[in-house]
């Protein structure tokens, strides 16, 4: 049994902490928020989208860039397995629209008391962290080189000496030493919830470069007046689509909403993850209000019901197309007198109000802020985590893991924190660690006992890049029999199918290949 020590009491912290007590280790959780898990209460509009129905492979398409770094994880803990362990903790689920997982009782609250039972048996201490307790490993007895080092290239040497993590210092003073220790506090967004970004100090303390953090899944500013006179009007089964320098990069139907400052609501949000650099590229929406009528179709439909109200103003004449608070907008767009009987409406007019409706135009002048964002982009750079064991490049100390975009607010959370505890061969490998790189945690343990490693939970999204995969097989070949050696690259333990299988199975996946286009 070990002593494993976790900052944070949030939808990840609590996932870690029940999967290391199921393990039989010893955990206690620092929470310095009066209440643990509040962010929960929040997602999905206080409903939580739990995860997304959906395959494995499914959810890597909606990983922005860098897949790859997802693979071990999803494979040990897919969206079906946060479904079962829901459902084994009480909680009855349902899927709607685009298969999105809520609780059947539309309530944030069940889930965050789910999670409450799964790590009751932890011990939850009020309290925050302050600073990491680090100690310096003994220096490693360096080998003498085979051949004489090339004066013109000289072998680097690591910056500083090797640390370890043995604990934490708590906001209280007091000292809080472990095993293992994992630290769950999330990004900077809704700091109101405890996400105050203080992993981000203990990251760097850590000796981590971190990318400056934005927000992601936010809100959208536009300077449009249209969006503050429509304030309040919520649309449904409408397509958005963002152009970034008038190439389409995002398009999705859904739900979205007009506000005082621009526009919000779930396609929004998805929408503003495949931003980029706002200063170098310009971006705008356009919504398709009658996504289910061809622009024809769309046509007839405004003839008959501009025959229907021959003797009405043009604005009366879209009472039937559109609602209340978007019929005055319309027509100031449309550019017609707004006098005009529905009967005098030209054939050119009635063309231009097809193009209006089905391509609504908004420009995206900035993010929201960062306070009100649902996830943070930017943290512990990627470049300092090997994907394969996910640990930090930095050294010994802890084990690091990725959030990805897509398939479900809590299940970002919560997907790597339980993957390497339940995955089978991944469990069994020892790893040090130094910190962590998004919402998600994960542990790693050898024989039922931890190393002396520290685990980071920072937020994470990965930026803009279109990709497209192809998943092929990889399959273990034999090793040299008569030199006992691993062959030459190329061939493998794990080489790459002449064929890709037309379904890949996750569950035994160790190596997968991603193809950029």
């Known amino acids: 049994m070990a002593k494993v020590l976790i900052v944070g009491a949030g939808a990840a912290g609590l996932m870690a902490a029940g999967a290391a007590v199921r393990q039989g280790h010893q955990v206690t959780v620092l929470e310095h928020m009066d209440k643990p898990a509040q962010k929960i209460l929040v997602t999905g509009k206080g ?35 946060t479904m079962e362990l829901f459902e084994s903790l009480g909680v009855e689920l349902k899927v ?19 999670l409450l039972r799964y790590a009751q048996d932890a011990e939850l201490v009020h309290d925050g962290a302050r600073k990491l307790l680090l100690e310096e490993l003994p220096p490693e007895a360096e080998e003498a080189p085979a051949v004489p080092e090339n004066p013109r290239h000289p072998k680097k040497k690591k910056a500083g000496p090797a640390l370890r993590c043995i604990g934490v210092r708590g906001t209280s003073g007091r000292e809080y030493r472990a095993d293992a220790v994992l630290v769950a506090t999330g990004g900077v967004s809704y700091p109101t919830t405890g996400s105050t970004g203080d992993g981000y100090r203990l990251a760097r303390q850590a000796g981590h470069t971190l990318v400056e953090p934005v927000p992601s899944l936010v809100s959208l500013v536009s300077h449009d007046p249209d969006c503050k006179k429509m304030m309040g009007l919520a649309l449904k089964n409408v397509t958005l689509t963002l152009f970034e ?13 007009f506000t005082h400052f621009g526009i919000s609501g779930p396609l929004t949000l998805s929408a503003s993850s495949h931003l980029g650099d706002m200063k170098k590229h310009k971006y705008h929406a356009e919504i398709d209000l009658k996504p289910a009528l061809s622009e024809e179709q769309l046509y007839d439909r ?9 003797n009405h103003a043009a604005q009366g004449a879209l009472v039937k197309l559109l609602p209340s608070s978007m019929q005055p907008v319309m027509v100031e767009r449309w550019g017609i007198d707004p006098a005009t009987k529905a009967n005098q409406i ?19 002048d900035a993010r929201g802020d960062l306070a009100h964002a649902v996830i943070t982009s930017g943290g512990v750079s990627v470049r300092e985590v090997d994907p394969k064991t996910m640990q930090s490049k930095k050294g010994p100390g802890a084990v690091l893991c990725r959030r990805g975009a ?7 959370r919560l997907q790597p924190a339980d993957c390497f505890l339940h995955g089978s061969e991944l469990c069994q490998s020892p790893v040090t660690v130094r910190c962590n790189h998004t919402i998600g945690n994960s542990l790693r343990s050898r024989s039922g006992y931890f190393q002396r490693k520290i685990y980071f939970d920072l937020a994470f999204v990965a930026p803009c890049g279109a990709l497209q995969t192809h998943f092929h097989r990889l399959e273990p070949k034999p090793t040299n029999a008569a030199t006992g050696k691993p062959p030459s690259p190329g061939h493998g333990p794990f080489c790459e199918k002449n064929k890709p299988e037309k379904s890949a199975d996750f569950s035994g996946l160790h190596l997968i290949k991603l193809k950029f286009r």
């Open 245 to 257: 320098d008038g190439k389409a990069i995002f398009d999705e139907q859904g739900e979205m909403l």
């Open 96 to 114: 709607e629209r685009g298969r999105r997982v809520f609780p059947v009782s539309d309530k944030a609250e069940e889930i965050r008391q789910a």
């Open 47 to 81: 409903r939580c989208n739990v995860t997304n129905d959906c395959t494995a492979e499914e959810f890597l398409h909606h990983v922005r860039t860098n897949p790859r770094f997802l693979f071990s994880s999803l494979g040990a803990f897919p969206p079906a397995k």
């Open 302 to 310: 405004i003839t008959r019901d501009f025959a229907l109200l021959a």
């Open 406 to 412: 897509g398939c479900g607010c809590l299940y970002r």
């Open 346 to 364: 030209t054939r050119e007019q009635k063309r231009e109000l097809v193009q209006l409706i089905k391509h609504w135009r908004v420009s995206i």
